[in-house]
């Protein structure tokens, strides 16, 4: 089933896209296109930051997928407040509680030695957040990175393998804070790297050309099953704030 928040893909094709289009792949070439143009701009534009904040992540959106949808760089709180989002078997954060999930894991990231110790825990707490109705992975993964070029290390993403990184992430964000991702991505970790290979690693990622799993609408977050679940999820994720 085609993931349609707004209600109106047959007038108004995926997501609103400014193009109109309704065929999934041209939709993703777009993005695509339109990630890979802006990428340096936007990685220029947050590490301008003294300290990150949730504003820098809205930017970072915005500056990557702009010339696609005319929302991007505005939350689901924004864009589809009353509508409960999840992707195969994960329910991600409700609306109302996507900036206070957002900004515990960029306080916790930008905790040097957390950063160093748990960059696992920080991708799953982000990934959980799921800010937005697409262009998720790619605008956490900026924001991840930077947060690692902070803590004088980096990822090698484009020696990642999709499957397995998106196994160790179901399993984080299944079981948060156990080590899931953390162990996967400690295989990758090396030194920091100049901006321009970081750009060049991120861009040739496996899979960052977009998820081969839509994101699916459950239904309305005033829904009782569905308050009962979002509160359940809460209860895994630990919050210093």
């Known amino acids: ?68 949808y005319p929302w991007a760089g505005s939350d689901r709180l924004a864009t ?16 109302a509680d996507i900036r206070r999930a957002v900004e515990y894991a960029l306080r916790r990231g930008q905790d040097v030695d957390v950063m160093r110790a748990r960059p696992g825990d920080i991708m799953g707490d982000l990934a959980y957040a799921h800010p937005f109705l697409d262009g998720n992975g790619r605008t956490i ?19 990642t393998q999709k499957d397995d990184y998106l196994t160790a992430l179901t399993k984080e964000l299944d079981n948060p804070h156990k080590g899931h991702l953390n162990e996967y991505l400690e295989k990758f970790k090396c030194e920091a790297v100049s901006p321009e290979e970081l750009i060049a690693r991120i861009a040739h990622t ?27 999820e809460e209860l895994k994720r630990p919050r210093d704030a």
């Open 1 to 68: 089933m085609t993931f349609d928040p707004f209600g109106d893909f047959e007038q108004r094709g995926y997501l609103r896209n400014i193009a109109g289009e309704k065929d999934p792949g041209i939709v993703r070439r777009l993005e695509h296109t339109s990630f890979t143009t802006g990428i340096e701009a936007a990685f220029d534009a947050i590490r301008k930051a003294a300290t990150l904040a949730y504003s820098d992540v809205l930017t970072t959106h915005r500056i990557l997928f702009d010339a696609v």
């Open 80 to 95: 589809a407040p009353d509508i409960a989002v999840s992707k195969g078997d994960v329910l991600f954060a409700a609306p």
């Open 141 to 159: 993964m900026l924001v991840h990175a930077v947060l690692c070029e902070r803590a004088d290390f980096s990822i090698d993403w484009a020696r």
């Open 206 to 232: 496996p899979g960052i050309d977009g998820s081969s799993v839509a994101n699916e609408v459950l239904g309305k977050t005033s829904d009782p099953a569905l308050r009962a679940r979002y509160a359940q």
